[in-house]
């Protein structure tokens, strides 16, 4: 059983699989708190808050409802949406084991992401593009673990300030090429934006801005 938030179709709209059409599921639960975090109505899973699948399916804005359910349940829900590449997001969407749901889904034939904070162990299929965005010194005191950046196919750092940059310069990167290290303006700030591009032009890296926010779409 894994908790699920909500389910929807757009297209990736960060990093290197931007502008891809995919079905998002996002998990319910994250306790790494992120003060600028966008997705905070994914934090708590309070079982006051459980509904049935059908009234998660119909929400349309963001709420902390969240609905049980089981891996074949969740390939059936993807198989209703035209996309054929499947982003797993949260909340922290690590919380879990995922090579079951994973597994299922390539075996019927679709890509699959994983969007991780790198604070747990990462549970997928070993095809999964990994996207790890380290979170460094939040409150919830989890510290990025050397396994998770070590799986990372790439990395993408939210970025408000310059000590954010130095965060990521002291991690161990060594295994994902430059040009899969990309900086996030957070809340798409002008500041942070031009913080971004002149840290990735001089390290080599590249600057994902949240485009679905830009498009105004989910
Ligand atoms: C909401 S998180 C969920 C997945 C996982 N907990 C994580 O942090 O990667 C998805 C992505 O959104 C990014 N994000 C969250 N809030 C943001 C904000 N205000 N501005 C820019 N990026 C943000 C995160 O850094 C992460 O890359
Ligand atoms: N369109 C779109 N692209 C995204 N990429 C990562 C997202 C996330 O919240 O994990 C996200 C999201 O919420 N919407
Ligand atoms: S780890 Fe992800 S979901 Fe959790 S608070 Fe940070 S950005 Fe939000
Ligand atoms: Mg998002």
């Known amino acids: 059983m894994l908790p699920i938030n909500e389910v929807f179709e757009t297209i990736q709209g960060e990093a290197c699989m931007t502008g891809t059409p995919s ?54 829900t993807v198989q209703a949406f035209r996309a054929r590449h499947v982003v797993i997001t949260g909340g922290e969407p690590a919380l879990y084991d995922l090579v079951p749901l994973t597994t299922l889904l390539i075996a019927h034939s679709y890509s699959v992401q994983i969007e991780t904070s790198g604070t747990h162990p990462i549970r997928v299929h070993p095809d999964t593009w ?15 673990l050397p396994e998770a950046l070590a799986r990372a196919n790439e990395v993408k750092h939210p970025v408000g300030k ?3 940059v130095e965060r990521l310069l002291g991690l161990d990167l060594g295994r994902v090429p430059r040009s899969l290290i990309w900086l996030q303006p957070i809340s798409q700030s002008p500041k942070a934006t031009a913080l971004c591009v002149d840290e990735a032009t001089r390290h080599g890296w590249r600057v994902s801005i949240q485009t679905h926010k830009f498009l105004g779409v989910r």
């Open 23 to 76: 079905v998002f599921l996002r998990l319910q639960a994250c306790p790494v708190g992120c003060p600028w975090c966008d997705t905070k109505h994914t934090w708590a899973l309070d079982p006051a808050r459980q509904v049935a699948v059908a009234d998660m399916l119909a929400k349309t804005d963001d709420a902390d409802t969240w609905a049980a359910m089981e891996v074949d349940e969740l390939l059936a």
């Open 130 to 144: 990994v996207t790890v965005s380290p979170k460094l010194d939040m409150p919830g005191g989890l510290p990025v």
């Open 162 to 164: 310059p000590a954010d």
